[in-house]
């Protein structure tokens, strides 16, 4: 029996708590639980839609892409199998921003979940350029940017009419090079906006008002549709189906000139000629203008110069005249004969004189040559010669001996510092072999008892060679 509290702190005795029932345990092999999420999921997430940004996009040669998809806090990995129809799919790339359909399944082999792709929505830049494919592709299948359907821009045109807002830059721009290049074109301006939601409507609007307008009052030779640049969303009224369809029903041929170089548009594709900016179709629209200023300007010239050319002709041709007038003058005929009189008399002047020299030389050679064969003068000039050849002998004689006296000497001072009794003299001897007249220069090459000469500066010593004495005998 249980004990009775005695204090409202005395809880009494506590009852004696009943034995843990132990529950039997279930173990799952790895591929057993890997099925049982992926059926959990599959059964969970049947049908999502999830956006984020793609990254690691890996498409593979057998047609399926694989991707991770990802925000700032997280990312799911992804899977577009070659069999499902997406018709954005070549927009796909890494950053772009998107919102993918599909159902979540995990790959087993990795043990990864992953989402499978069944629909793509591009965001942003990437939705619009996606609509703008779709837009162009269908509108060339019904052959509205057909080249066969465009039709030639006038080279002169006398009357333009402008689709554009009244207060763009790309007016300012436009009517700037059309007074700069042909001030004579009449211009008609349709405002109308060019930007924001129903602007496309009021471009089409524009356009059918240019049309009738030129019907009625005054023909317009050439419209153009034409704003600045932009992003893809500031333009994207001029890639709506209504401009294009109004730009082809045009009576008046129409140029597209919207945004910059790099934009294009479906407008620009519908147009029957594109500029890459307005300042660029202004100047296309007043090319022939300028052409023909340019040939007027040329032809100026080339008048100019060929009329300064015969001008230059007939002066020359004038001078030509004067001069063979002035050769057949009758002056210059007695002029000739009286230049031709005075050559003549100093020619015989010079003859005379020349002839006089000659026989002064003649005679003069006469004489010296009757002098030159007298005996005694030749003679003469003999002994002289001879006298000459021996005084040049003697002194040849003299300076060749003093060279060889002078060389002698130097031989023998050479000699002389050379001789072994120079050395000698400075305190050094020579000792020979006294039969052979060797040089002895050591001490193996004597035997003991041998006769050797030494000679000394003043004198010689013979000698008798001993053997040494060792170091015990002293």
């Not at 906006?193 to 317009?220: C, D, F, M, Y």
């Not at 009286?338 to 003549?344: A, F, I, P, T």
């Not at 005379?352 to 026989?359: D, T």
């Amino acid at each position: 029996m249980a004990r009775t509290a005695q204090s409202q702190w005395d809880f009494g005795e506590l009852p004696t708590p009943a034995a843990p029932v132990v529950a039997a345990r279930k173990v799952w092999s790895v591929g057993e639980f890997t099925q049982l999420v992926k059926r959990s999921m599959e059964r969970d997430f049947s049908t999502i839609w999830v956006s984020g940004e793609i990254s690691n996009l890996r498409p593979q040669p057998s047609g399926h892409s694989y991707f991770v998809l990802k925000d700032s806090q997280a990312q799911l990995s992804c899977v577009l199998f070659r069999g499902q129809t997406i018709p954005d799919r070549h927009q796909l790339r890494d950053g772009v921003q998107v919102t993918l359909g599909g159902d979540i399944t995990v790959y087993e082999s990795r043990g990864q979940y992953q989402l499978r792709v069944t629909h793509v929505e591009l965001q942003g830049a990437g939705a619009l350029q996606a609509a703008f494919e779709r837009m162009k592709a269908r509108l060339a299948a019904e052959g509205l940017f057909d080249p066969s359907r465009k039709r030639p821009i006038p080279r002169y045109p006398k009357r333009l009419g402008i689709v554009t807002s009244a207060s763009a830059a790309a007016l300012r721009d436009v009517l700037h090079v059309l007074s700069r290049r042909a001030g004579g074109i009449d211009v008609v301006l349709a405002a109308c906006r060019v930007q924001g939601k129903g602007a496309e409507v009021e471009i089409a609007v524009a356009l059918n008002r240019l049309n009738a307008w030129s019907s009625t009052h005054a023909p317009l030779d050439v419209i153009l549709l034409t704003r600045g640049g932009g992003s893809l969303e500031d333009l994207w009224c001029f890639n709506e189906e209504v401009v294009a369809r109004a730009i082809v029903r045009s009576q008046i041929p129409v140029v597209s000139a919207v945004g910059h170089e790099i934009d294009f548009t479906i407008a620009d594709f519908a147009a029957d000629l594109r500029a890459a900016t307005p300042s660029a179709a202004a100047e296309l629209l007043t090319e022939g203008y300028m052409a023909a200023a340019e040939s007027v300007a040329r032809a100026g010239r080339r008048l100019q110069q060929l009329t300064k050319n015969q001008i230059l002709v007939r002066q020359s041709g004038l001078l030509t005249s004067l001069r063979r007038l002035n050769r057949g003058h009758p002056q210059r005929a007695v002029e000739a004969r009286g230049q031709v009189l005075d050559d003549l008399r100093e020619r015989l002047k010079v003859s005379a004189s020349k002839s006089l020299q000659g026989w002064r030389a003649y005679l003069e050679g006469w004489g010296r040559r009757s002098m030159a064969v007298r005996p005694r003068a030749l003679l003469n000039r003999v002994r002289e010669s001879l006298s000459s050849l021996e005084r040049r002998q003697d002194v040849a004689a003299d300076t060749l001996l003093t060279a060889h006296r002078s060389n002698l000497r130097r031989l023998k001072d050479t000699l002389r510092l050379l001789s072994p009794d120079r050395v000698i003299e400075r305190g050094y001897s020579l000792t020979q072999d006294p039969l052979t007249g060797e040089v002895l220069r050591r001490s193996d090459q004597v035997q003991p008892g041998r006769r050797v000469r030494t000679r000394l500066a003043h004198g010689s010593i013979e000698s008798v060679v001993v053997p040494p004495q060792s170091d015990s005998a002293t």
